[in-house]
C-alpha cells in the first residue's frame, strides 16, 4: 500500500540527518551550503522554501507550509533551529531534574534522534491517517524518541505560535498511560520469538501489493504458522513516534504504522486486545 502522507516525506529527512544510533552526535554537514534554508519573511505561517544544487545554481523546488517542512528547517539549519527554539528551554530529565538549556550549542549537543530509516504512527483509529494531510490545523505537536528496551522516551514539545512553530520543552519521561500497555506488549512481541508466533491471530488478514507492480498482490487471510514467511523487518529498540494529539477511544485497538523514509511504502499492523492480550490481527503494505 503506497503510503498516502506525500505531504509528509520531507519529515523523514530528518531522520537521515541525524543518522546513528540514538546516542550519536547530530551531523554538523548542516551547516553546509547545500543544506541552506531560507525563511520566507513575507509570510506569518512556516512556509520554507526548499532549494537543490543545479548547474545553473540553486533553484526553488517547493514551498509549503507543513509541520513536516519546519521541522526539516529546523534539523538541517543551526541558525533557524536556534531561531525557533524559546530560550532558556525547559529540560525535565528522567530523574525529574529541572534544568534550562540557554543556547543552540548547547542544545546541539544534546539532541538525540534514533537513527533508522522510518518513523512510526501509532493511531486509535483508522480514519487518523489523514492527520498529516490537514497538520496545518494543528497547533501541538510532540516527536517522541521511544526507547523500548529501557521503558522511557526523550518528548519534543512544539507549539505553533502566530503562525510559527517553536520547540517550547523537552522531556525525558516514561511512556504515555495511553500507549505504555501496548509498548510493553510490542517490546516483548519484537524480541521473542516465541511469544511473537503465540501473539498472532490464528486467522490472520493479510494484504500486500506486488513490488513489481506486475502481477496481482495478496489478499486474503493466512493462517498462524504462515506469519513468518510474510513478517517483514519491523520497528525494534528505539524509533520515533509523532504525537499530532491523536486519542485511542478504543483500548483494544492499535493501528501500528511504520513509514519508510522517500521510499513511498507503509506498513500497517492492526493489533486487538482479545481475552486481555494482544493478539496481531492484520497486516497491510
Not at 534539523?75 to 534544568?99: K, M, S, W, Y
Request: charged residues 25%; negative net charge.
Amino acid at each position: 500500500m503506497k503510503c498516502i502522507f506525500d505531504k509528509a516525506w520531507a519529515l523523514l529527512a530528518l531522520l537521515l540527518v541525524v543518522g546513528g544510533c540514538v546516542r550519536s552526535k547530530m551531523s554538523q554537514s548542516a551547516t553546509n551550503e547545500t543544506d541552506t534554508i531560507i525563511a520566507a519573511d513575507t509570510v506569518v505561517n512556516d512556509s520554507i522554501e526548499f532549494f537543490e544544487e543545479e548547474d545553473e545554481g540553486l533553484t526553488l523546488t517547493e514551498r509549503t507550509e507543513f509541520f513536516s517542512d519546519f521541522i526539516y528547517a529546523f534539523t538541517h539549519n543551526g541558525r533557524f533551529q536556534a531561531e525557533r527554539i524559546r530560550f532558556p528551554l525547559p529540560v525535565t530529565d528522567l530523574d525529574g531534574t529541572e534544568r534550562r538549556i540557554r543556547s543552540g550549542r548547547q542544545f546541539r549537543s544534546e539532541f538525540r534522534l534514533p537513527g533508522n530509516d522510518y518513523y512510526v504512527l501509532l493511531l486509535g483509529e483508522r480514519e487518523q491517517m489523514d492527520i498529516l494531510e490537514e497538520d496545518t490545523m494543528v497547533t501541538n505537536v510532540n516527536l517522541q524518541c521511544i526507547r523500548l528496551n529501557e521503558g522511557d522516551m526523550t518528548c519534543y514539545h512544539f507549539d505553533r505560535t502566530g503562525g510559527k512553530w517553536f520547540l517550547s520543552s523537552r522531556e525525558d519521561t516514561a511512556f504515555d498511560p495511553q500507549t505504555s500497555e501496548f509498548l510493553q506488549f510490542y517490546e516483548r512481541f519484537t524480541t521473542d520469538s516465541v511469544f511473537q508466533q503465540e501473539s498472532v491471530a490464528e486467522n490472520m488478514r493479510i494484504s500486500m501489493d506486488d513490488p513489481e507492480e506486475n502481477e496481482e498482490g495478496i489478499d486474503g487471510t493466512i493462517e498462524r504458522g504462515q506469519w513468518p514467511m510474510f513478517r517483514p523487518d519491523m520497528p525494534c529498540g528505539e524509533f520515533v513516534n509523532i504525537d499530532f494529539g491523536q486519542t485511542y477511544p478504543n483500548p483494544h485497538r492499535m493501528l501500528f504504522l511504520q513509514c519508510g523514509i522517500s521510499n513511498g511504502f507503509m506498513n500497517i499492523f492492526t493489533y486487538r486486545k482479545e481475552n486481555d492480550r494482544w493478539m496481531l490481527t492484520a497486516f497491510e503494505n
